[in-house]
């Protein structure tokens, strides 16, 4: 289980068998019919953008310690199939979804009402990794390099950018496309050179867990060259927005909790989530969740905070690369309404 920069949300298909859900347990209901246990609970659907993995933690924090249930909400989560979660609540299929700025922005373009209510990591933990022995330790020695790649435009204008900026010829740069989203495979087997990966993931589990050395180069390190952007942030319909706002501000109220203790006690995140998706490696979900516990936001009070600064020069970024026609659609394309702003 992986990312891809820009893709990662279409590549599982949904069925009955495999789609993840999760109701908070409500226990036995009293006699009483006024009782909290015997009111109805408020439906509401989370879609992930990949397989379960520590970026949704605080999910499955509150689901395992039944905050939402307690909030009155009945939360289901399940894994996207080949129409992403954008879609799904942009058509009202969905409440929320797990997603991307540079997904966001486009689906707004093309007149989809989804809103970012949350940046889920502060700031970019993207990496591109690569062996060491392979000898790439700055951008520009990717010249001469094969680069495995999704095929996004997104994600080959980022390597270009980052090679030109550090002064190299993007124009040495091979991109092929990745059989499969095993890094491993393809970096030992010599299909490609480097690839896109995520730090809390790919770079633990290829790292520290399966022993390989190698080497990483964040982005957040390159923010000179190239803007930070909101990956993943949470995205909800700004019609539910408008019409529903106590069930937007219930559910982001627990989910930011859940956020906040998977910050503070780490153990409890991974846990929840060995217990939600027992298939995963245990190390590296164990590994992640303590990386994560710095990475979620500067303190928790401050999780899911984003900032209008980062939103501006990310979309002016993609229209200048001409990702995007125009900026029009950064106006409303995120609220911090239902977080708190510590900033």
Known sequence: ?????????????????????LTACSGTADADPTSAAAQALTPVTV????????????????????????????????????????????????DFAFSHAQGLLPARAAGADVVSVAAIIHDNTSSFLSLAED????????????????????????????????????????FTPLASSDFRLGLTQDQYDAAWVFDAWDTIRLGEVDGLDVNTLAFRD????????????????????????????????????????????????????????????EPLVVASAEWLA?????????????????????????????LLEDASMLDGAWTNEFVADES
């Open 222 to 281: 390159w923010m000179e060259c190239i803007p930070n952007w909101y990956t993943p942030m949470l995205a909800a319909n700004g019609a539910n927005i408008a019409d529903d706002p106590d069930t937007v501000a219930s559910f982001m109220d627990v989910t930011a909790r859940g956020f906040r203790h998977s910050m503070e006690t780490p153990s409890d995140a991974s846990d929840a989530l060995m217990e939600a998706a027992p298939e995963l490696e």
């Open 47 to 94: 879609v992930l953008d990949w397989t379960p993995n520590t970026n949704h933690s605080g999910v499955y924090v509150a689901l395992d310690k039944g905050w939402y249930e307690e909030a009155g909400l009945d939360v289901t989560v399940i894994e996207p199939g080949e129409t992403d979660g954008l879609q799904l609540v942009a058509a009202g299929q969905a």
């Open 135 to 174: 000898g790439i330790e700055r951008p520009k020695d990717l010249e001469g390099k094969v680069f495995g790649t999704w095929g996004d435009e997104l994600g080959m204008t980022i390597i270009n950018e980052l090679v030109a900026c550090d002064g190299g010829d993007p124009e040495l740069v091979e």
């Open 294 to 322: 710095n990475q979620y936001a500067p303190t928790p009070e401050q999780w899911g905070v984003q900032h209008g600064d980062e939103w501006e020069r990310f979309t002016t970024w993609m229209v200048d690369k001409g």
């Open 1 to 21: 289980m992986t990312f891809s920069p820009s893709t990662r949300h279409a590549a599982v298909a949904v069925t009955a068998a495999s789609a993840l859900t």
